[in-house]
C-alpha cells in the first residue's frame, strides 16, 4: 500500500509543506534501519507537530489505503522502523519535549520524540532518575522504548518500558486520538492501555506523549568488571548476583572474543592484562555507599581472576564502555543478524555452550558473538559473515532457545527479523487473539502492517 502520486500535496495541506520530505537525499536516514540490514528503497516521511496533526495524517493514510511505519531514532534492531514495503514513515521529530516533571510525586511527561537523554536529564534536574537505560539513548525515543518495549542495563531492578509507563496518548489506525495521561499514579479502571501499546511496535497506533513513573535518584553508585578464566563461571555467577545483591542495578555479562573487540575497534587499553573467559559487570546504587557490601558479594563468587571496581561515575562509564561498545563494534566486522533471546534462569550455560555449534553447523563461515543481560539469563546472540537475508542462522538459535524453554525475544521485540517465528513462540490461539486485538485498534491493517503479528497472516 505505497502513497499514491499526489498523495505528499495532502501530507503538506496537514503538516506544512516543510514538513513533508521526498528528496532521496534527505529521506535517506530514515529509510535503512541502524544495522544496515533492512533497507528500503525510497520513501515518503511526514513529520507531525501535535496529536491531532497525526490523527489527520492517519485518517488521510486511511481513506487512501496507505500504510504507516511509526519512527522515532531509528534505532530498533528488529526492522521495524523502515517502510520496506514502501509505507509512509512517520517520523515523532516534531513531537519531542519534557511537557512537565511533578516533583513531590515523581511523574515525568513527555513527547514521544524526546530521547531518552532528554528524559533522564529531566528526571534528575528534579531530583529523580528514569528506571530505563540503553547504549542508544541519545537517538531512542520515548515512543519508539514504549513501542518496542525496551529493556536496557536496568531491567533487574526496575523492570522494562512498560513497567515505567503510567500514561500514554496515541491515534489507533481509525485515527482516534486515545489518551489515558491522568493525574493518578494508580488506573485500575478497565484494560491497561499502556501495557497494551507498550512492545505494540507500532502496529496498534501511533504514541504521541506518555507519563512516566519515575524512580528515585541515587548519590551513591559503584561499578565492578569482573573477570572469570572460566565463562560458566562468569554465567553462573550473572544469574546469582540478582538474589545476593539487594541493591543491584545492573547485572550484565559478555565474553573475551567481544572485549577483545571492543579494545581493538575503538584504541581502548584491555580492562585486564589478559582477555580471556567471562565478564560480568555488576553495579549497585543507593543513597549510602554500597561498595563493601558488593565487595562481600564479590568476594563470594568463585574464581573471580580479575577485579575492577569504580567508586565515581567517569571511572564507573569508563568500565561500562566495554560492554555497552559491543553493539557498535560487531557493526564494524558486517552487518548483523542480531538476535535477543532469554531462557529460565540456570540454562543460560547451556544456551552458550551450544548455540556457536548449532550456528556454525548451518553455516561455517559465520562468526558468533554472545553478550547481553546476565542478571536475567538474557543473551544476545549476533551472527556476522551471514547474507542479510540468509534466515537459516536465526532459525538455529531460536529452535534451540525454544528446545531450551526460552523465549525468541527478549527485548528488542519481534519486528520483521522475528515475524516468521511468532508460531514457534506463540500457540494458534494467542496469535488470533493478537490478530484480533490489532484489528480492534487498526481495522483496516495500516498501522506496520509487515511487523509482529500481519494482518492477512490468517491462521
Ligand atoms: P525506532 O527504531 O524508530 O522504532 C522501533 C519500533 O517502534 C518500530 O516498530 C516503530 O514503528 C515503532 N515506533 C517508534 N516510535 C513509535 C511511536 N511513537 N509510536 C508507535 N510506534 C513507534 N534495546 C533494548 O531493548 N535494550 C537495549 O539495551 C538496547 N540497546 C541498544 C544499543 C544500541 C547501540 C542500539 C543501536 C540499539 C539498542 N536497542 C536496545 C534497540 C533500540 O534502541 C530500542 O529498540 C529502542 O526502543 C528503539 O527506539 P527508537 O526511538 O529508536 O525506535
Ligand atoms: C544491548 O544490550 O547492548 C542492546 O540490546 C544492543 C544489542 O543487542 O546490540
Ligand atoms: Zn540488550
Excluded at 561500562?320 to 564494524?332: D, F, G, N, P, Q
Excluded at 528446545?403 to 525475544?409: A, E, N, P, V
Excluded at 521485540?413 to 513462540?425: L, P, S, T
Amino acid at each position: 500500500m505505497p502513497p499514491p502520486e499526489s498523495f505528499a500535496g495532502l501530507l503538506r495541506d496537514i503538516v506544512g509543506p516543510d514538513h513533508v520530505a521526498e528528496d532521496p537525499g534527505i529521506t535517506e536516514r530514515y529509510r535503512r534501519d541502524w544495522t544496515g540490514r533492512f533497507d528500503a528503497p525510497a520513501t515518503l516521511v511526514v513529520r507531525p507537530g501535535s496529536s491531532a496533526e497525526v490523527s489527520e495524517v492517519v485518517r488521510t493514510c486511511r481513506d487512501h489505503g496507505v500504510a504507516i511505519v511509526a519512527q522515532g531514532g531509528n534505532t530498533g534492531l528488529v526492522g521495524g522502523s523502515v517502510p520496506l514495503d514502501g509505507e509512509l514513515v512517520v517520523s515523532t521529530e516534531r513531537l519531542s519535549g519534557i511537557e512537565s516533571v511533578t516533583a513531590h510525586a515523581g511523574v515525568l511527561t513527555a513527547g514521544a520524540g524526546t530521547t531518552i537523554t532528554e528524559v533522564h536529564r529531566g528526571a534528575r534536574a528534579a531530583g529523580w532518575d528514569y528506571g530505563v537505560n540503553l547504549a542508544s539513548r541519545d537517538s531512542a525515543t520515548l515512543g519508539g522504548t514504549i513501542a518496542t518495549n525496551a529493556g536496557g542495563t536496568r531491567v533487574v531492578r526496575y523492570g522494562d518500558t512498560r513497567r515505567q509507563v503510567v500514561g500514554v496518548e496515541f491515534v489507533t489506525g481509525a485515527g482516534a486520538i486515545v489518551s489515558n495521561i491522568g493525574g493518578t499514579l494508580r488506573d485500575n479502571t478497565g484494560f491497561h492501555l499502556p501495557s497494551i501499546v507498550a512492545g505494540s511496535e507500532g502496529t496498534l497506533g501511533l504514541v504521541t506523549r506518555a507519563a512516566l513513573r519515575l524512580v528515585p535518584r541515587l548519590e551513591h553508585r559503584t561499578t565492578a568488571l569482573l573477570r572469570f578464566a572460566d565463562p560458566r563461571d562468569a554465567i553462573e555467577s550473572a544469574e546469582a548476583v540478582r538474589g545476593a545483591l539487594p541493591a543491584v542495578e545492573s547485572v550484565e555479562l559478555c565474553f573475551a572474543e567481544g572485549v577483545a573487540l571492543v579494545c581493538s575497534s575503538f584504541g581502548l587499553p584491555t580492562p585486564f592484562p589478559v582477555i580471556d573467559g567471562g565478564y560480568v559487570l555488576v553495579e549497585v546504587a543507593g543513597s549510602t555507599d554500597l561498595t563493601d557490601e558488593l565487595a562481600a558479594v564479590v568476594a563470594s563468587l568463585p574464581a573471580v581472576a580479575d577485579a575492577a571496581v569504580a567508586e565515581d561515575p567517569t571511572a564507573g562509564a569508563r568500565l561500562w564502555r566495554y560492554r555497552e561498545l559491543h553493539t557498535e563494534a560487531i557493526s564494524t566486522v558486517g552487518i548483523p543478524h542480531k538476535l535477543d533471546v532469554a531462557v529460565p534462569p540456570g540454562a543460560l550455560s547451556e544456551l552458550v555452550a551450544r548455540v556457536g555449534g548449532e550456528i556454525t553447523a548451518v553455516d561455517p563461515s559465520a562468526r558468533v558473538w554472545l553478550f547481553g543481560h546476565g542478571g536475567e539469563s538474557a543473551l544476545h546472540v549476533n551472527i556476522t559473515g551471514v547474507a542479510p537475508d540468509d534466515d537459516r542462522v536465526d532459525e538455529a538459535v531460536l529452535r534451540l532457545v525454544v528446545t531450551l524453554g526460552g523465549s525468541i525475544s527478549a527485548e528488542h521485540g519481534i519486528g520483521r527479523a522475528k515475524r516468521d517465528w511468532m508460531e514457534v513462540a506463540h500457540d494458534r490461539s494467542t496469535i488470533e487473539l493478537f490478530t484480533r486485538i490489532k484489528s480492534a485498534f487498526d481495522p483496516d491493517g495500516i498501522m506496520n502492517p509487515a511487523v509482529l503479528v500481519p494482518l492477512g497472516n490468517h491462521f
